[in-house]
């Protein structure tokens, strides 16, 4: 991951969640949010939480009394996801870096984190907080995207901008977001970390946009493509999102769209 890639303030949470959201993490979510309610936890620590995507899918499903500890590295998408937080939710929201947890050892029996592993700088030592504060028997749910040739769009923009930016190609999407998508080095981390009981799920979903010029706003926009689309042609974003959704037409048409999106699920036992 490159420096600067985990930063995101400004109107980028708004324009992550209101575009990028439904776009390619809600189905995702609301997995995610199944997969925990079946684990039947006590005490629950989301990492990473972001815009809090799983947090509005999970907190509502969990029984009264549960405690639900909502936690992101960065204050701006963590005040927008908790300004989204439907009322009456019992969720504490808390700043957090997941490599030094603010926590008791032993205090959780779940820790989850949607797409989030991918932008940790060290992921093993990540991991091992992770297994720390979880009880024993506790579970370590997450997930991360595969490879940006399995997620249509995600690709389909990165080559667009490429043909934009021929000598420097903006490569956010395929280093960062993408770039976690070996399953034998995402258990070797885990092991390290000291999980036992690894089981990695492949999980295809498709990503629905009402046009192409959601999807193009959604990508340059409400991610940190914006940042190095900026940085090389300052002040022509728009004319930059008019190209990505003129050959996104091209590709998949004017009306409603619809593609495939992949990741990895993975639970470990502590």
């Known amino acids: 991951m490159r420096e600067g890639d985990d930063v995101f303030a400004g109107s980028i949470p708004e324009n992550y969640d209101r575009h990028m959201v439904p776009l390619i993490f809600a189905p995702f979510a609301a997995d995610l949010a199944r997969r925990a309610v079946a684990l039947s936890p006590h005490a629950v620590l989301e990492t990473a939480a972001g815009t809090g995507v799983v947090t509005r899918a999970l ?3 969990l029984p009264v009394g549960t ?3 909502a936690s992101d590295l960065n204050q701006s998408m963590l005040d927008y996801a908790a300004s989204q ?3 009456g939710s019992a969720v504490e929201w808390r700043q957090a870096d997941a490599l030094a947890l603010p926590f008791e050892d032993a205090s959780f029996d779940l820790v989850c984190c949607q797409f989030g592993a991918m932008f940790f700088p060290d992921r093993p030592a990540t991991y091992r907080e992770a297994r720390r504060v979880l009880k024993p028997g506790g579970h370590f749910l997450f997930s991360v995207w595969d490879r940006i040739e ?3 769009f995600a690709n389909d923009v990165t080559e667009e901008l490429a043909d934009i930016f021929p000598d420097d190609p903006p490569r956010f999407l395929a280093r960062t977001p993408h ?3 070996d399953k034998a080095l995402i258990r070797r981390d885990l092991e390290a970390a000291g999980f036992s009981s690894i089981a990695i799920e492949t999980r295809a979903e498709e990503s629905h946009a009402a046009s192409v010029r959601i999807v193009a706003l959604a990508y340059c926009q409400g991610t940190l493509l914006r940042t190095e689309i900026e940085a090389r042609k300052p002040g022509e974003l728009q004319a930059v999102k008019d190209y990505v959704a003129l ?8 009306g409603a769209v619809a593609a495939k999106i992949q990741a990895h699920v993975i639970l470990a036992a502590a």
């Open 150 to 152: 399995e997620n249509v």
């Open 59 to 61: 907190a509502p499903e």
């Open 247 to 254: 050959e996104l037409a091209r590709k998949h048409g004017d």
């Open 179 to 181: 770039g976690y998508h």
């Open 67 to 69: 405690r639900y500890v």
């Open 85 to 87: 937080q439907p009322g």
